[in-house]
């Protein structure tokens, strides 16, 4: 079933509750099925990328029981014994790259790694080249470089030199390897989104895994470790809030944002400090975030550390005064969609003065117009697009809406409760 949002012009002003991180619900789900023991995740985010984590886990043996608010999972303890020979994430590409290093853990026999459409024309060849590397056997189906992929095991350890154009690849090296046979060595020439592979080592500090880290740039981890099982609160989700906080920012809005919590490592949480340079009004305090509307200015912002604000920060540029330059990003040409391509695209078609760049976007202040836009079936885009038309004067339609499920299922409802004039046109595909 197809879904469009339908949107017109509104104030938007109140309270809304960010729901729990996906990056931290699918690194719980992967570690505490590959951990011996009973783990408890409390809080995790329910959508369709964290469940197709649940799912890819509980084919190589996890079990898993969901109830309200809280996931319990018995974990394989490192050593996976796959109930099928098919795993399909889905959407969830990160799903996808971690359960790929799982999937090189197990002993005897092959399975097929799978996702859907857009997940497929995602490249993993840098993390497939490094797995085989460390032992594993992996090989493409069908087209040189994506997914689908054959995998057989077992990874033995050894060296591997990754370049990270997407943190997902060294996420996957850093979960899988310590529960190889012997230790590994990863030397990172490259890496993006260095604040994503942080949130990573910080569940391997939780988890007492050892290892030596040399600027990001070189890991040593002994092989032969396990996970113990945990019991672990999620945090709430700094990229899911980037909708809110933007729309905080803009016309004469004001939202406060609850559950976000600085000291967690996200790296869209640096969203708040490219608003505050924008000239927006903030306030920040215990278990809040609240933004007030002021005259934004346009900046030049390095966003490698935060490629999932790019359609976003796109938005708020059309609505600041001069212009807004998003660099350094260009791996989110390789996300979901083109979003560098999609958001110079789509926003054009209402209205923006947006030029698209190799490495990111450059916006000049713009009077956007009601439009008819695609969103690609990129929960990131259709939310962005979204609020985009709540500021714009007619009505925008966004099609593909039901993408939002990916990460953020209640999303229309918290625009509603925000003032929102946000209805949901559902037609046959």
């Not at 104030?11 to 992967?30: D, F, N, Q």
């Not at 939780?206 to 672990?232: C, D, M, V, W």
Request: positive net charge.
């Amino acid at each position: 079933m197809s879904k469009s949002f339908i949107v017109k012009k509104s104030a938007l002003s109140g309270e809304v509750k960010i729901p729990a991180s996906k990056s931290h619900t699918i690194r719980a789900v992967a570690i505490a099925s590959l951990a011996k023991g009973k783990s408890k995740i409390f809080s995790p985010l329910v959508s369709e990328d964290t469940l197709a984590a649940v799912e890819s886990y509980k084919i190589l043996g996890a079990k898993v029981e969901i109830k309200k608010n809280l996931w319990e999972i018995e974990g394989f303890d490192g050593k996976p014994v796959p109930a099928k020979n098919i795993i399909d994430t889905k959407n969830s590409g990160t799903t996808l790259n971690i359960v790929m290093g799982s999937c090189s853990l197990i002993s005897g026999g092959e399975i097929t790694l799978t996702g859907d459409q857009q997940t497929r024309k995602r490249p993993v060849a840098p993390l497939v080249q490094s797995l085989n590397e460390l032992g594993a056997s992996i090989a493409y189906k069908e087209k040189q470089y994506f997914p689908p992929l054959t995998i057989k095991g077992k990874l033995k350890g050894g060296k591997t030199t990754l370049e990270a154009r997407s943190s997902q690849y060294l996420t996957s090296l850093l979960i899988n390897s310590p529960l190889a046979d012997t230790a590994s060595e990863i030397n990172v020439p490259l890496l993006y989104e260095k604040s994503y592979v942080e949130m990573t080592l910080d569940w391997l500090k939780r988890e007492k895994i050892q290892f030596t880290n040399n600027h990001l740039k070189k890991f040593n981890i002994p092989g032969n470790q396990s996970y113990p099982a945990f019991e672990k609160k999620t945090p709430s989700d700094f990229s899911s809030a980037t909708f809110f906080l933007v729309a905080g920012a803009m016309q004469n809005n004001e939202i406060t944002c609850w559950g976000l919590d600085f000291e967690d490592k996200q790296g869209d949480k640096a969203v708040v400090d490219y608003l505050k340079n924008m000239g927006a009004e903030i306030e920040i305090a215990e278990g809040f975030i609240r933004v007030r509307a002021k005259t934004l200015n346009g900046i030049e912002i390095d966003m490698n550390d935060t490629p999932d604000a790019l359609p976003m920060m796109a938005v708020a540029g059309c609505f600041a005064k001069g212009k807004t330059r998003l660099l350094n990003i260009p791996q989110a040409r390789i996300k979901e969609t083109d979003r560098i391509k999609i958001m110079a695209q789509e926003l054009s078609k209402m209205g923006a003065k947006i030029r698209e760049l190799d490495d990111g976007l450059e916006i000049e202040e713009s009077k956007l117009k009601s439009a008819k836009v695609n969103g690609y079936s990129d929960h990131r885009i259709v939310m962005a697009l979204a609020i985009a038309g709540l500021a714009t004067e007619g009505e925008t339609i966004i099609d593909t809406a039901e993408a939002v499920s990916i990460t953020f299922p209640n999303f229309a409802e918290c625009i509603k409760k925000l003032g929102g004039n946000i209805s949901l046109l559902q037609r046959k595909s």
